[in-house]
């Protein structure tokens, strides 16, 4: 890359970048506030917003990297947290924070190690395992104790993380050339 298209590419990471904190910072603020909602006595609304960070999270580590999606991942968690103090229950900030920093990380760290794989490999099995930590982790943390039937409840987050797992593969596959570290340098001239 010459000088010419240097800085038009690292103008296009920097604003990937950013777009992706912004984003983690929303879905998961969303999340948070939508999990105290449930639906039924299996699931909260939390369980279809929430794997959209995964999906941030995995085109974040394709296009820019492990270590650019860890800021993502650790950025997003900040901002997050914060808001979620501000605008859900403590516990369930508490419990969020902990299960999204541990299975966001775990996330990029699995995506990462199978990235030269088949395309769909790296973003299945990193959000499906991911998904798993998650879910045990904050449905243990927030609900443990409470007489609230938050088993059940994870056990329908989980499958709809699964279910979510399988649509969002679709728009992943359709942002793979947009997220080809080669191809966001060269359209950012």
Excluded at 117 to 137: E, G, Y
């Amino acid at each position: 890359m010459n000088e010419k298209t240097e800085a038009p590419a690292s103008r296009a990471r920097a604003l990937f970048l950013v777009t992706g904190v912004i984003a983690m910072g929303i879905v998961v603020t969303a999340s948070n506030i939508l999990v105290e909602m449930p639906i039924n006595d299996w699931l909260t609304w939390g369980a279809l917003s929430y794997p959209f960070a995964f999906l941030v999270t995995d085109l974040t580590n394709r296009a820019l990297g492990a270590g650019k999606a860890r800021i993502v991942v650790l950025v997003g968690f900040l901002f997050a947290v914060v808001m979620s103090l501000l605008l859900a229950d403590a516990r369930i900030a508490v419990a969020s924070g902990a299960a999204f920093l541990i299975a966001q990380l775990l996330d990029v760290f699995l995506f990462d190690r199978l990235r030269q794989a088949t395309w769909w490999k790296a973003p299945v099995f990193s959000s499906v395992i991911a998904s798993f930590v998650d879910t045990l982790i904050f449905f243990i943390l927030a609900f443990a104790g409470t007489g609230l039937p938050w088993e059940t409840w994870a056990l329908g987050d989980y499958g709809v993380k699964i279910f979510m797992v399988a649509v969002l593969i679709l728009p992943f596959r359709g942002l793979l050339k947009y997220t080809d570290p080669l191809t966001l340098a060269s359209t950012a001239r």
